[in-house]
């Protein structure tokens, strides 16, 4: 092989590995304050608009605290969350707020979208694989509806619990014994039966 023949597979080589580097680097991007989207080739398609993380310090190992990835999705329009160990094994979340209180601590957003793996792994509770999602592109974040807001407090008619306010009508707690003896009680669990005699005549 000529000199000039060695130059010019070199050449080749140099645009070759340029071209690689560029398709690899082009996976991991940056979307910033697009979203990342995310398909697994089945018609399933997520787009990623936030990342961040939980970290629990454990009182008896202060300097390994659990840390748990968070990523904000948005799918056919309703947000939901992949959270777990790493993105190999992430699990399928509710929205931010309840996956807060459910991990026992404040999700800490990224201010813009971090590079991201080529594949997510959707696993299921007990570890098994359900999914690996392929990014495919940066894009516009779609549109969604917002966070719904936490709840303040239970509904007004739980706050009474099982008693009755005092001075309330005495026929409105206790049956009168001719309604106990004429009618079998209407409120009993379904599957439970109340056997003969137990109750009086």
Do not use: H
């Not at 787009?47 to 904000?72: F, K, M």
């Not at 969350?81 to 929205?95: E, Q, W």
């Not at 690996?132 to 779609?142: I, M, S, W």
């Not at 049956?175 to 137990?198: E, H, L, M, Y």
Request: proline content about 11%; some cysteine.
């Amino acid at each position: 092989m000529s000199r000039r023949d060695s130059m010019v597979w070199a050449a080749c080589f140099v645009v070759a590995a340029i071209s690689a580097g560029s398709a690899t680097a082009a996976v991991g991007e940056a979307c910033g304050v697009q979203a990342a989207r995310y398909e697994n080739g089945k018609g399933f398609s997520a787009a990623v608009i936030r990342a961040g993380e939980v970290r629990i310090v454990n009182p008896l190992r202060p300097l390994t605290p659990e840390v748990t990835q968070i990523l904000e999705v948005v799918i056919g329009a309703k947000r939901a969350t992949a959270y777990g160990p790493d993105f190999t094994s992430l699990r399928r979340g509710g929205a931010p707020q309840a996956m807060q209180a459910a991990l026992g601590g404040p999700i800490t957003w990224e201010a813009a979208l971090p590079p991201l793996p080529e594949t997510l792994g959707i696993v299921a509770d007990d570890g098994t694989p359900l999914a690996d999602l392929t990014f495919q592109r940066c894009e516009a974040p779609p549109a969604a509806a917002p966070e719904p807001a936490a709840r303040k407090g239970g509904k007004p008619e739980a706050a009474g619990g099982k008693g009755r306010p005092k001075g309330g009508s005495k026929s409105a707690s206790k049956p009168s014994p001719k309604t106990s003896a004429s009618q079998p009680p209407a409120k009993t669990p379904s599957g439970f039966s109340i056997p003969q005699g137990a109750v009086g005549e």
